[in-house]
């Protein structure tokens, strides 16, 4: 075991756990206050729900040796992960458990973007806890614990199409398989804390410094390459992003610039280990544009993709996949060269990976809404929505005055509380 | 000249003034309040306190009109904050002895009038 490179990663995998609460703000900032505290909660839940998963069951799916596929249950209940050092590397094997199960929290809480102000909430935890098992637990296997897309040679640095093109494309299903909120495209739906989603960028973006620079899984050069290239990439982000905001409305929009950082952020992951700064700021300059007019295209079509996880996630991170194919560069530590650099086979082997995943997420996401939808509705009703899911879901007002409220001892709970309280979707 | 105030739900109030707006009343002010009519009580958890929330979210709206604009003003806003449900709101008509507006020193139903349509258009449609 090395002292060093233990206690960065014991670092990294704070600073990633920190993302959770740093969605909710982003994803919290975005939406109505009657919706504010269900949002938040819908990425809070996540560090329960996928992480006890994670560590009962998860973490050997993933990382268990297995087949091409899938893993094994040879760690179920995390039997055998210790603190002796883990094969290939240089720390203890339960803290590699805890770091990636902090990437397990995250991915299954960004997909919540897609589906907020309008999912219930019991619904979504079912849901996000099953698809976690069943959709991420695989790629990861397949990207990371040694399954068919690492044996190809598919290159994802720190989850480029694990986390962002699988949350993403869940979230495009379950966007479309919910329907969208019944206010949509009838009445403005505006971001009711602006500030709150500034917050959420600024704790993403120090909280990515963990997610890439501890995928080298030691403090190391590469460590260091893909932390200069965390800061490099959304800067040239969000210089373009606004750039592009002032070509059309003349002035630089908050919300847009929170939006062009996590673009940036995204679209390097994939790369971060791999690539050189310069090809960095090529990378994160490069992926503004597409998920800028996404976003615009977007919101004048049916589909309610709520909060943009697909133009932000799944564009910059097919962006970002592809762009690693194209800028990896063995001069800084990539296994292999990518296009520009005399390697085209690496691009074809970089769409193939971001081809597969799609299909295999859609699908088994399509399958699994329609097994939890089984059980219970996945929509809030009509009218628990006009009241929003803060109260609806919670039981609670993210800004409750509290002006003329009374308090009720528990045993003398008023009989009409009932009526008002929402109704039951079924057995979720 | 009346003075109408309604008190409506907040998420009708799109609705409502959308409805106003396509009648041609366009002057309005509107304000967020708490009230209690006769709806059923609204109860939160907060770590282990419960409460009952006597005092529900609403929207004031003040609409000064003259006697031809009443009728629809009152029909606009009746039709579009409706759900059926108990608190849907209140709609007040009462007498307006005097309006000025400030920028010109018009005075009565001139004032009332937003500027571009004829004060002294009669027919309701």
């Not at chain 1, 919540?112 to 019991?122: D, I, P």
């Not at chain 1, 098992?133 to 720190?158: E, I, N, T």
């Not at chain 1, 329609?370 to 006009?386: C, D, I, P």
Request: aromatic share 8%; charged share 15%; net charge neutral.
């Amino acid at each position: 075991m090395n002292a060093a490179d233990t206690t960065w990663m014991l670092i990294s995998t704070a600073l990633v756990l920190l993302m959770t609460p740093a969605l909710a703000f982003f994803y919290g900032g975005l939406v109505r206050a009657k919706n504010a505290l269900n949002t938040m909660m819908m990425s809070f839940v996540s560090l329960g729900c996928v992480g006890v998963t994670w560590f009962l069951l998860g973490y050997t799916l993933a990382f268990g040796t297995g087949s091409a596929l899938f893993g094994d249950l040879s760690m179920v209940l995390l039997r055998g992960v210790g603190l002796d050092v883990a094969p290939g590397s240089t720390i203890p094997k339960l803290l590699f458990m805890a770091y990636q199960g902090t990437f397990a929290i995250i991915t299954a809480a960004l997909i919540s973007g897609a589906v907020v102000e309008r999912m219930r909430f019991m619904a979504y935890a079912a849901f996000i806890t099953l698809w976690s098992l069943v959709v991420y637990c695989p790629v990861a296997h397949w990207v990371w614990g040694g399954g068919w897309l690492s044996r190809m040679g598919a290159l994802d640095f720190a989850g480029g199409t694990v986390v962002h093109i699988t949350a993403a494309t869940a979230a495009l299903v379950a966007a479309t398989f919910i329907g969208p909120r019944k206010d949509y495209a009838r009445q403005a739906i505006l971001p009711h804390n602006v500030p709150f989603t500034i917050l959420g960028a600024g704790l993403l973006w120090f909280g990515w410094f963990g997610f890439n620079g501890g995928s080298a899984l030691a403090a190391n050069g590469q460590a260091v390459l893909a932390f200069v290239n965390t800061l490099v990439a959304p800067a040239a982000t969000l210089l373009v992003w606004t750039a592009l905001d002032m070509t059309r409305t003349g002035k630089v929009t908050a919300a847009g610039s929170a939006t062009g950082i996590v673009v940036g952020l995204v679209a390097i992951t994939p790369a971060a280990g791999f690539v050189s700064p310069i090809s960095a700021l090529a990378i994160g300059a490069i992926a503004a544009v597409p998920s800028h007019f996404a976003i615009l295209y977007r919101s004048r079509t049916r589909l309610d993709d709520s909060l943009d996880v697909v133009a932000a996630h799944g564009l910059g991170g097919t962006v970002g996949a592809l762009l690693t194919g194209v800028f990896a560069d063995k001069a800084w530590g990539a296994p292999v060269n990518g296009l520009l650099f005399g390697n085209p086979r690496q691009f074809l082997i970089q769409a193939v990976a971001v081809a597969a995943t799609i299909a295999f997420t859609a699908g088994v996401t399509l399958a699994l809404l329609k097994l939890v939808a089984a059980f219970g509705s996945l929509k809030a009703t009509s009218n628990e929505e006009g009241l929003g899911l803060d109260f609806s879901q919670h039981g609670e007002e993210a800004y409750a005055s509290g002006d003329g409220a009374l308090l009720l001892l528990s045993e003398a709970l008023p009989r009409s509380a009932a009526q008002l309280s929402p109704s039951k979707g079924g057995l979720l | 000249m009346k003075l109408i105030i309604a008190v409506i739900r907040p998420e009708k109030l799109p609705d409502v003034l959308e409805t106003l707006y396509r009648m041609d009343v366009t002057g309005l002010t509107a304000t967020r309040v708490q009230g209690h009519g006769g709806e059923l009580e609204r109860v939160e958890t907060y770590r282990g306190t419960t409460v009952r929330m006597n005092l529900q979210d609403k929207v004031r709206l003040e609409i000064g009109v003259s006697d031809t604009f009443v009728e629809r003003t009152v029909k606009a806003i009746m039709d579009a904050a409706r759900t059926g449900e108990i608190g849907d709101g209140k709609v007040f008509v009462l007498p307006l002895d005097e309006v000025h507006r400030i920028r010109t020193g018009e005075v009565g139903r001139e004032a009332l009038t937003p500027v571009g349509i004829d004060p002294h258009l009669e027919t309701v449609s």
